[in-house]
């Protein structure tokens, strides 16, 4: 089964999400599906691939972003990879990414990748007025890499954008009179190869149904119905119906509207192995914290907004962290989760409202966060430099080897990867990382630094 190429950008060839064993369980109608190879692409093309992802925050129920355009440029002209809209909730995807577009461009050297986003919300928790920062730069953010982009000929390159809001949203001012400002603090990572760690979630609608034993279908955006892939179940896949209540693909209908979680594999075709299906188009997300102990199959969970729901655990249900799957051992007393299932419709407007689960992630523990100046020793060969942080006594700092290091220009709105050597004295930097117990250093996993643009 392939991917269908139907239109010029709209879809080409997926990539690869990584690998995710399907255990046993539920009952698929095969055990996958074989691909037949064909090329990636003409020799003149390489095959670009945008996919969105999230960092975790608690401190909105909705962030809504509304992406218009991406394109890559380069020294010798830009080649658009997206133009039409699409609505992301950030939110529902800090343990999933999402793909945007995928798409032949041009082979060469970019020295950029620009997106454009027109809207901006977020929705707090109090059920309150929605607010809208100003975007800086009309919109319009540049993701740059001083290496260079490459788009190899009939090579495929993965583009995962972290818009990483926890760390996008700042409150200038206090009290009643603080105001919310949106810096581009966003990632890319470029893939040649490399592949991302975090599941597929992918909606759409079954466009046609394959009469062959690896119990595959043809999946088609709602959004853009020529835009399809072909899914695959294994023995390990688990279905569920519009109540959340465990199905088999005999219960799969062309026309129904269906989310699937699962793991792309590619040779040379793409299809796309699931883990759940849910049918209905009605499957949504929740989160909180664990306030019961599971008994009979059920727990109560204490949502972000602050009302309760129970969570009632199906035949099937699967669970997972950010290292891959787990077991049901892992659901105790206070442990963040994300659950992705069905709230079904009350008999009664006295019952509790419950969701089914289809698949549980286990939240990990979020990073700190440490400001400051950054005063000396900055040390090169130990990747280490002082700190005196606004509020406490000075400390030290080690900048972790895989450590990402953003400069971002807000006015211009303009995201540089760094490196360490381009970090000095006198900077003012927000760290995320974790305190060493051992000597009270602290780690950093990802800096940021802003700074002005020099208007060349």
């Known amino acids: 089964m392939t991917i269908r190429k139907t239109s010029a950008l709209a879809t080409a060839y997926l990539l690869s999400v990584a690998a995710v064993l399907l255990i046993a369980g539920c009952g698929g109608s095969g055990s996958g599906g074989t691909t037949t190879s064909s090329p990636a692409g ?14 975790p925050t608690e401190d909105f ?25 699409k609505s992301i909730d950030l939110l529902n995807l800090t343990n999933f990414n999402e793909p945007i577009i995928f798409g032949e461009v041009r082979a060469g050297m970019y020295t950029k990748l620009r997106l454009v986003i027109d809207d901006l919300e977020l929705v707090p928790h109090d059920s309150g007025n929605s607010i809208f920062p100003s975007l800086p730069a009309n919109g319009k953010i540049d993701l740059l890499d001083p290496s260079g982009i490459p788009v190899l000929p009939g ?13 996008s949203i700042k409150i200038t001012g206090a009290g009643n009179s603080g105001k919310y400002q949106f810096r581009p603090v966003v990632k890319a990572s470029f893939m040649d190869g490399g592949l991302p760690e975090k599941l597929a979630r992918v909606a759409g609608v079954v466009s046609e149904i394959f009469d062959d034993s690896a119990g595959s279908f043809l999946l088609c955006d709602i959004e853009t119905p020529t835009s399809c892939l072909t899914v695959n179940t294994a023995d390990g896949t688990c279905l569920f119906d519009n109540e959340g209540l465990p199905t088999s693909f ?38 909180g914290t664990v306030v019961s102990t599971p008994v009979d199959g059920s727990f109560l969970l204490l949502m972000n907004d602050g009302t309760e729901i129970v969570v009632e655990l199906q035949d099937g249900t699967k669970f997972f962290d950010a ?51 950054i ?41 540089t990867m760094g490196e360490f050597g381009d970090l000095a004295a006198g900077q003012f930097v927000d760290l995320f990382g974790v305190t060493n117990l051992t000597d009270s250093c602290f780690e950093a996993n990802e800096v940021i630094v802003e700074v002005v643009s020099d208007g060349s």
């Open 42 to 55: 003409p020799a003149e093309t390489g095959t670009v691939g945008l996919i969105f992802t999230d960092k």
């Open 375 to 415: 005063i000396e020793p900055v040390d090169a060969d130990t990747r280490s430099f002082g700190l005196t942080p606004a509020d406490s006594s000075d400390t030290c700092v080690r900048v972790n080897d895989d450590a990402a290091v953003l400069l971002v220009d807000v006015a211009a709105a303009e995201v």
């Open 155 to 167: 090579r495929n390159l993965l583009i995962e954008i972290d818009m990483d809001a926890n760390k």
């Open 323 to 373: 290292d891959g799957e787990i077991g049901p051992g892992s659901i105790v007393l206070g442990v963040d989760i994300e659950v992705e299932g069905v709230q079904p419709t009350k008999a009664n407007a006295e019952d509790p409202d419950i969701v089914r689960a289809a698949l549980i992630f286990v939240e990990g523990e979020q990073d700190e966060q440490l400001s400051g100046t």
């Open 61 to 85: 129920s909705a962030i809504r972003l509304n992406v218009i355009k991406a394109v890559l440029i380069g020294d010798d002209g830009q080649e658009t990879l997206f133009d039409g809209e």
């Open 250 to 287: 005999a219960g799969l209908a062309v026309d129904d509207q269906v989310v699937v979680v699962g793991s792309y594999q590619r040779d040379l075709e793409i299809e796309l192995n699931a883990l759940i299906i849910e049918i209905g188009g009605n499957a949504e997300q929740v989160k």
